[in-house]
Every structure is written in C-alpha cells, then in structure tokens.
C-alpha cells in the first residue's frame, strides 16, 4: 500500500489490528461487495446513541454497513476498534487484503476544533471532550485518518453524491434543531470556532418581540422553525375551539393532546395539511418563509451551487404535495431576500441521502487523504 498523507496523519505504532473479542462483532455485509482491486475506505459514523460504520469506494458507494449501540463502547478507542474490527472481518469475508483499506474517516456531534481534531463541546458523548481523536484514530485503526463533524460530513456526502466538484453546498437539517453542514470549494468547512453553518442561530426577527431560543438569545431561525418552535406557533395562533377538519388523523387525540397541554407533532400538522387545513398549510407556509430567510442570509454570504433540505421535519418531502409545496415557500422565500444572482442561480432541493450520509461523508472524506 503506498500511502501519500502527511507524516502527523501516519501510524505511530506497528500495526496491530487484528480483531478482539470483547467488543459486539459487527454484522457482515448484506450490500455488494466492491470490484476486485479497488480502494475502499472506512467510515465512521458516532452519536451518542449509535455508532453507525460502513466500507465505501473511491466512488462513494456504500458496500458494507453496520451499526451498533455507543453506550457500552464508551471510549474513543473501542469505539475505533469496533469500527476497525468491522473492517478487518468484512475484507476477510471477501477475500480481499486489508492492505486495500487505505484510510479511515470520523464523523462527530457538537463543536470540533479542526486544528487539534478534539471536540470542544458535545452532548451525550462523556469522555470525548479534548481527546485527541484523530491520533487516537491512527493508532487504533493503523491507517491515515480524518475527523469531520458530522453534519459536514453528511453535506460532504451530498456533495459527493452530486459530483460537484469545487462547487459549494450547504444541507440544512430540520427537526428538534436546525443546523447545516458546510462545503466550500469542495472541501467540508467547519470554522475556526467548529460552529460553521450553525444556521438555527442566525436572527431572522429582532427586538424585544422576537422569541426567545433555547441557546438565550432571541429571535433565531430555531426558535420560529425548529419542532418545538413549529408547534408553539400553531398553539398561539388556534382558537380555543379549534377543530382540525383532517380526516387522516385522530381528531379527539389531537383534541386531547391539545387540552391537556400536549403538543401537536411536525408530522401531524403535515397530515392536516394534506388534507386541507388551512390553519396547519399556513404554519408550513410560515416556516418555509423563514428557513427560506435563513438559507438566503447563507446564500448571499456563501453563494453556493445547492442546498439541501434534510432531516426530520420536512414535511412530508418530495413525497407529498405538502412537502414540496414547502420546498416552493422556501424557494420563493429565498428569492425574496437575496440578490437575482443569488436567488435566482441557488439549487434549492430535499436531500437524496438518509441515516447512511454521515457514514459516507466520513469515507468521502478519508479518501481526500490519499
Ligand atoms: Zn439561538
């Protein structure tokens, strides 16, 4: 194997990487395995509750995946060596050299310092804070190595996906949070703080009105569009009497739900949407309005090729006239806010990729190595 990476991202030890049996063996592979001779890379992909790793090609196509649970594997290091494992065993079921696995790529939550490779802030990932995670990368796995964050690394993986060189491309998550991963001129961006595309905290109301968010400040796109801000907006603007006419979904639920101070789902305003409730389609219209503000404020700072809108509440997506009446409001909303040059050249799109593109982005990523 000829390896071209710099010397920091190179082993330090000799290598010992055959597989242990106190970590959970990983399941073999159930997608095609790759073509005789080709490169594969390992990526991996960790949250607080899974850690998902996969085998990839210099392509970007996925031929082995499993997952298991983070808790019992607590530390970076088992973490690494579960991953490595999972490699070695999937390469002997193919009957391939490892020396074909030429490097191996992390993905991880929260604020990375892409200097040190360590993690600044996370949630739900104890021990994790300041360790030197792409050393530790190198020496369990014995392989170049490259630490991403993970909504980078799942933008990467789109970015990849599409083949779009040195453009650049934003995807925007949306759910509980809303952030975005970042690629510029080709390259995942994370900062110089780690905190690049932390779009659910860019202002799109101000003073004293302006609601409050979550991080103490007021009047962020999460607070308005985020899950709970979704929802908080439907409350505030239903009579007390209020009555879906959705035939989708469970009325005295709802009604329940709504009484005992329970919160309507993103997922159950999508349902009375699609069935005409105008009160629900005018919540949707809202949010679509400021994620589009939000994406044009990022649009006319990056100006990139595409955006992706990914993650869990997009409405239903390409899937449902709901969902891509919400990608038109958005659109729309962006062309409003930005110059012609920028509105009117931005891709504005759901994303392909699903639970696999951080995995992949990780790959994509290590590849960049080599
Ligand atoms: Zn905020």
Not at 2 to 10: I, K, R, S
Not at 83 to 100: K, L, V
Not at 135 to 151: F, K
């Amino acid at each position: 194997m000829t390896l071209t990476a710099p010397d920091c991202m190179q082993p330090s030890s000799p290598p010992d990487i055959s597989p242990r049996n106190d970590l959970p063996s990983a399941d073999m592979p159930a997608l095609d395995p790759p073509p005789v001779a080709t490169d594969l890379f390992l990526g991996i992909d960790v949250g607080g509750t899974n850690v998902k790793v996969g085998l990839v090609d210099g392509s970007g196509v996925l031929h082995a995946k499993a997952s298991t649970a983070t808790p019992p594997l607590k530390t970076p290091d088992r973490v690494f060596r579960y991953a490595i494992d999972f490699a070695i065993r999937t390469m002997r079921h193919w009957d391939r050299p490892i020396d074909d696995l030429m490097a191996v790529g992390l993905a991880v939550p929260g604020v990375l310092d892409t200097r040190e490779f360590q993690l600044r802030e996370v949630v739900n990932l104890p021990g994790w804070l300041g360790q030197p995670l792409r050393d530790i990368l190198v020496d369990t796995c014995q392989r170049p190595a490259m630490v991403v964050n993970d909504a980078n690394a799942a933008a990467y993986a789109e970015h990849s996906l599409r083949k779009l060189g040195d453009q650049s491309l934003a995807l925007v998550t949306l759910g509980t949070g809303i952030g975005a991963g970042v690629v510029t001129a080709g390259r995942p961006h994370g900062g110089d703080h780690g905190c690049a595309g932390e779009v659910g905290h860019i202002a799109i109301e101000f003073g004293d009105m302006a609601l409050p968010c979550t991080c103490g400040s007021r009047g962020h796109l999460e607070s308005y569009a985020g899950a709970a801000g979704v929802i908080a907006r439907l409350r505030a603007s239903m009579p007390e009497d209020y009555q879906t006419n959705s035939d989708q979904i469970d009325r005295d639920q709802i009604s329940r739900d709504l009484y005992a101070g329970q919160p309507w789902t993103p997922r159950s305003i999508a349902m009375a949407a699609a069935d005409g409730d105008a009160l629900c389609l005018q919540i949707i219209d809202q949010t679509g309005d400021y994620v589009g503000r939000a994406i044009g404020m990022l649009g006319q700072t990056l100006d990139p090729a595409v955006v992706l809108l990914g993650g869990a509440m997009t409405f239903g997506g390409d899937q449902t006239s709901t969902g891509r009446g919400f990608l038109e409001r958005i659109r729309r909303s962006v062309t409003d806010t930005t110059l012609v040059q920028v509105g009117g050249n931005i891709q504005v799109e759901f994303a392909s990729l699903g639970n696999d593109a951080g995995t992949l982005g990780a790959a994509m990523v290590a590849k960049n190595l080599t």
